[in-house]
């Protein structure tokens, strides 16, 4: 089998990139497409776009290429900084018989000598080495050479410039500028219907987390975070919480609910003290993992944010009036359905903290008559808030 690998950060993916796959499915027939968009594995997102936003749009773009398609996961799911022979070792290991096809730009093959186990690397691919320039390229020729005593079918495919980067696109997009003709006309509603590229941290960051949610959770997940949304926005309204910080949060907060276990609990033990964590029951850490990627798939610094994020299940001693927005909203949106929840819904619409107070010992109470594990900060929380409704000081 035959498999064309196109790796790079498709921030966005644009009619460029495109015209490179048609260019090399011209040159040959391929029986596979693989796009392998980069991680984000640093404390701070490497792309503006979350992994999985990248990834959506790609499939959009490149669905109706007329070749079986696929976007891997792989260097987006990974925690460390990606290789391309780690990437190429794990595709061997999944096509043992297949031959890798491997797109890279004129300066990629120049540099080549300087990627990690390069010659490893070229021993597993036959490079499709994109030159833009036309004429001879003789430092590119020159490289090539160097490259074919490691992978001997290694060609250089001239191909037209097609003037655009994912820069240009970004910044066109930031400012509301004509993105049209630039990017697959799937691509571009979803640009800018969703904001992916505003300036303005929140018209992006909500935009986004309304794009994401659709792909992150199935339908009743979802329909529970957008009611989450608008219930911390009210309460936030009525108790002078900044507003948008309560949406987004709301937004946010069950993001990673139904990821695989083992990602959950990756990104929460990168989200605060890994022995901390250790100690938190499983059914709280979704939300500690959903901070995490808030801050590094999004870029979402705001403390009080990503605060409200994690302790939305388990909550804590001295929450901000944020936290405890966002703490009832999640137990009391509207598809929920429990007997005492009129009466909470009603307390926490005229008393934030005594709301807190019931709230917590609700929740405490389900628990120990389901057997659940409860979290030690769920019963300082609850001390807490039993101290200031006695009078206690704020700071218990
Ligand atoms: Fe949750
Ligand atoms: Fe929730």
Redesign the pocket.
Known sequence: MDILLFGGSFDPVHNGHENILRTALDYKKFDKIIIMPIGSPGHKPSCKAPFVVRKHLVELAFGDIGVEMEVSDFEGNSSEKSYSYITVDYLKSLYPDSKIHFVIGADSAINLHKWMKWQHLAQNVTFLVFDREEGENSQLLKAVDNIKQYSPDTVIIKNKVFPVSSTQIRSLAATGGDITGLVDRKVQPVIEKYSLYSTDFYRKNMGTARLLIPLMLREKRAQ?TFN?AKLAVELARMYGVDVQKAELAALL??IMKQQPDSIMLHRARQSDIIEKIDRKPMPVLHGFAASDFASREMGIEDQEILMAIKS?TCGRRNMTDLEKVIYLA?MLSEERNFPEKEPLLALARQNLDKAMEQALKDSINWLKEKGGAIDTDSYEALEYFTALSNGGTSNG
């Open positions: 529970h989450v907060h069950d939305h999640d």
